[in-house]
């Protein structure tokens, strides 16, 4: 009931102009809340993730997982805002002004899988993700950037210790190869998670801010691999994945000029001052 409030009370203000974009980017108490802010003449919905402590990587016991996620306790000091979907194609094309056709020709042009106004973006290489959080940062005069990866994780669980978002079944959660007829779905078209983050599981990958790197099993506080790399860090699987590169912990890392007909990315909002 809270969470429905709050969304109720920020459309109602936000349409009387009550709310500036700086008012709707402020932090909130519970994981789940929601912002829409409008940018370039589009709707986007970002939600509330807390600061707090979760086991990133998965446990020798969990079916599918690969050695390169090892377990190992993680705090986050800050909450952040995650767009509720992956980024779509309305949203890049009102802000970069290209279509995923141009985009796929820039890979060599290969095939278009799916396209429209609410399929995810893909064929989008690193430094074009960051392109694009660098011009919703001027549009919106706030800060926008890629999740980290511990941050996606984070979100991905989202207070669970499954392997998907709680729910335990992929095929509810996710498309991928099983069911995904082997192209791109409309986002927010399966379960989201606890929080009411969807597609984090599937549909396409997301690349986050960290270059790829070995996960020790030290504790660690909001770590971040910054220094720019030849790979970087994807997250969520995709509709070309078996269930088991669709789990919360899996890592995969590209070059950070590729570009792929299912990668594209989910963008953060990070939170202003609080009153």
């Known amino acids: 009931m809270l969470k429905r409030l709050f969304f109720v009370i920020f459309t109602i203000l936000s349409a009387a102009g009550a709310l500036t974009a700086a008012d709707a980017a402020k932090p ?4 789940g809340e929601k912002t829409t802010l409008q940018i370039a003449g589009v709707d986007y919905t970002f939600v509330w993730c807390p600061a707090g402590e979760f086991t990133m990587g998965s446990p020798a016991s969990e ?4 050695d390169a996620e090892v377990p190992h306790k993680v705090t986050l000091t800050r909450g952040f805002w995650l767009l509720e979907s992956e980024v779509t194609q309305k949203m890049w094309e009102s802000a970069m002004g290209t279509n995923v056709r141009q985009e796929c020709e ?8 799916a396209a429209g106004p609410d399929f995810p973006m893909y064929y989008v290489d690193w430094d074009g993700a960051e392109a694009f959080c660098a011009k919703l940062s001027e549009l919106s005069g706030l800060e926008i950037t890629l999740p980290s990866e511990a941050q996606w994780e984070y979100a991905c ?4 210790d499954a392997p998907f978002g709680g729910s335990g079944d992929p095929g509810e959660m996710a498309w991928y190869a099983e069911n995904s007829e082997f192209k791109a779905h409309q986002v927010k078209t399966k379960s989201p998670n606890a929080w009411g983050l969807y597609d984090m599981h599937g549909n396409v990958y997301e690349w986050c801010l960290d270059q790829y790197g070995e996960l020790g099993s030290a504790a660690a506080t909001d770590p971040l691999a910054t220094d720019k790399s030849v790979t970087h860090v994807y997250r969520g699987g995709c509709w070309d994945s078996p269930a088991r590169n669709c789990r919360s912990a899996f890592r995969m890392k590209y070059p950070l000029t590729r570009r792929l007909d299912y990668a594209g990315l989910r963008i953060l909002l990070v939170p202003g001052t609080e009153d």
Do not use: D, I, Q
Not at 106 to 113: D, E, F, H, L, M
Not at 157 to 160: F, H, I, Q, T, Y
């Open 157 to 160: 669980l989202a207070g669970s």
């Open 106 to 113: 820039k890979a060599g042009g290969r095939w278009v899988t």
């Open 28 to 31: 909130c108490a519970e994981p």
């Open 63 to 66: 079916e599918g997982r690969y």
